[in-house]
């Protein structure tokens, strides 16, 4: 570092205490000189006098410096010992009361965090705030409805409006929610409007999820009654989407006989005679061309009938509907099945 002069400075060691860089020249100029008019300090940093006085004023305000009374002014430069020890003192008072304040910031930080849980999740109590959420979450939805339907069921008034045909619902029901008087009706609706639905022996909790970026959770599933627990985008929410999807896996399919019989677990006929058809070549691994061939197919007849398979078996490749689907449908073992088939008419 460089004096205005051009001659190196002496390393910085009173910044800490809030001298800057010409504030401590000035110092040392004084102590150097042991007085010194504004003038001489001109001269001696290459300043102008204007500076030069305003700078002095500043140091001796810091207590590094006094004046005297005569004109022009003689600047005395005030012990180090003296001066430096109270601006030291000085900033310790600044630092324990900066110290002080720690309890206030501890406390802001919690009430943040406490903000931040609340953004995510949230009590809702009021049947009329739960409507309009309700009401929202249904004019917003863009891809998926997923939800744990369990007895007593929550009837929510006033929200019937048809979900837009592109949104994929898929609902889990318990035993005890099939038990309820109209529920089979209800289920059969729902699939006849395009919902998946399952069943699952016990379900531990009564949830609607929307997009996976909000869910509403019934704190007291036994009894119906009590607050909604909005929870939106957060490690419980992601939880919440892993536990549907791990019970959906294990969930039962189900379908609906023309009389209205409950089946679970089967496919309806055409898909039942099409999985027996083509999942043990999917899973022996032929391509279309070799399946055709098998089958007497026509390519878009395959395409619509795997297509049917993957949607009925929940599997986005087919490969996995191959594996899935045979062990599902053909617990015997595929080969069996494989050879029972070959040989068979084209359909």
């Given at each position: ?189 729902d699939m006849e409007n395009g919902e998946e639905v399952r069943i699952f ?147």
């Amino acid at each position: 570092m460089n004096t205005p002069n051009g001659r190196a400075r002496a390393p910085r060691s009173l910044e800490a205490l809030g001298i800057d860089d010409m504030e401590e020249c000035v110092y040392r100029a004084l102590l150097a000189h042991r007085k010194a008019t504004a003038e001489d300090v001109a001269n001696l940093l290459s300043l102008t006098p204007r500076k030069a006085r305003r700078l002095l004023d500043s140091i001796e305000a810091k207590g590094l410096a006094n004046h005297s009374p005569e004109r022009p002014r003689q600047y005395i430069a005030a012990p180090p010992e003296f001066a430096v020890e109270a601006l030291i003192a000085q900033r310790q008072a600044v630092l324990e009361r900066t110290r002080s304040t720690i309890p206030e910031l501890k406390e802001q930080a919690a009430n943040a965090v406490d903000s931040h849980l609340s953004e995510q999740m949230e009590l809702v109590s009021n049947s009329a705030a739960l409507s309009q959420i309700l009401a929202q979450l249904l004019q917003t939805v863009q891809t998926e409805i997923v939800a744990f339907q369990r007895a007593p069921v929550l009837y929510i008034h006033g929200h019937q409006e048809a979900v837009p045909a592109k949104v994929r619902i898929r609902t889990i029901s318990d035993k005890g929610y099939l038990a309820l008087p109209g529920a089979l009706k209800s289920l059969r609706l729902d699939m006849e409007n395009g919902e998946e639905v399952r069943i699952f022996p016990d379900l531990p909790l009564k949830m609607f999820v929307v997009d996976r970026r909000v869910a509403l959770v019934l704190m007291n599933s036994e009894s119906g009654t009590g607050p909604i627990l909005l929870v939106r985008a957060s490690s419980l929410l992601d939880a919440l989407c892993a536990l549907f999807e791990l019970t959906w896996e294990q969930s039962t399919p189900i379908e609906f006989t023309r009389t209205g019989k409950l089946n679970t677990g089967k496919l309806d006929a055409r898909l039942s005679d099409a999985a027996e058809q083509i999942i043990p070549l999917l899973a022996a691994g032929l391509n279309d061309k070799a399946i055709l061939h098998e089958t007497g197919m026509s390519a878009m007849t395959l395409t619509r009938r795997i297509t049917e398979l993957m949607k009925a078996f929940d599997t986005r490749t087919r490969f996995q509907l191959g594996w899935r689907a045979a062990l599902d449908a053909f617990p015997n073992g595929l080969a069996a099945s494989s050879r029972a088939k070959k040989g068979r008419a084209p359909r």
